[in-house]
């Protein structure tokens, strides 16, 4: 069972883990849904961490750390969790590139990731995959949003 989200992961913060954290859970579930008469995977988490080129496109500003120091924070998260998972860069080509590789059984997206669905739902369907897609809750935004951790290093 493949667990996938996409994000930035500046400066890596209690928002960040909670949303993988969720990500898990809601994969596990599915996981035991499915579990009858299927022998036992490992269920694995893919972190796509966006590239700070896209980064800038998007936002219209550079992260703060670099794409491989976000990536290498995402996989120290998952190692001290326990958790088998990889974090990889997105693809500056082609963003649904990844879906393609890594075949995801369910993609967990963040509260506030501006994510058109249709297009997502549409490269699914193309790369021949039906995962389930679901848009996981924000944990306490006020307090917990990267946009508020700039500038306090």
């Known amino acids: 069972m493949r667990v996938m989200v996409f994000g930035t992961f500046d400066n890596l913060h209690p928002g960040h883990l909670n949303y993988l954290w969720q990500a898990r859970h809601f994969g596990a579930g599915l996981m035991?849904?499915?579990?009858?008469?299927?022998?036992k995977v490992p269920l694995e988490m893919i972190a796509v961490i966006a590239?700070?080129?896209?980064?800038?496109?998007l936002k219209g500003r550079r992260p703060q750390q670099s794409e491989k120091q976000r990536a290498a924070?995402?996989?120290?998260?998952?190692?001290?969790?326990?958790?088998?998972?990889?974090?990889?860069?997105?693809?500056?080509?082609d963003k649904w590139t990844v879906l393609k590789k890594y075949r995801p059984d369910f993609i967990g997206l963040g509260y506030d990731q501006k994510v058109d669905l249709k297009k997502l739902k549409e490269a699914l369907a193309s790369a021949g995959?039906?995962?389930k897609?679901?848009?996981?809750?924000?944990?306490?935004?006020?307090?917990?949003?990267?946009?508020y951790y700039r500038g306090k290093e």
Not at 34 to 39: D, F, H, Q, T, V
Not at 51 to 57: F, G, H, P, Q, S
Not at 133 to 147: G, W
């Open 129 to 131: 995959l039906f995962c």
């Open 73 to 93: 924070q995402v996989r120290a998260a998952f190692k001290t969790a326990g958790w088998l998972g990889k974090a990889v860069l997105g693809s500056l080509a």
């Open 51 to 57: 590239r700070d080129k896209n980064v800038l496109l």
């Open 133 to 147: 897609v679901k848009r996981l809750k924000p944990y306490q935004p006020e307090k917990f949003k990267s946009s």
């Open 32 to 39: 035991e849904a499915r579990k009858a008469g299927i022998k």
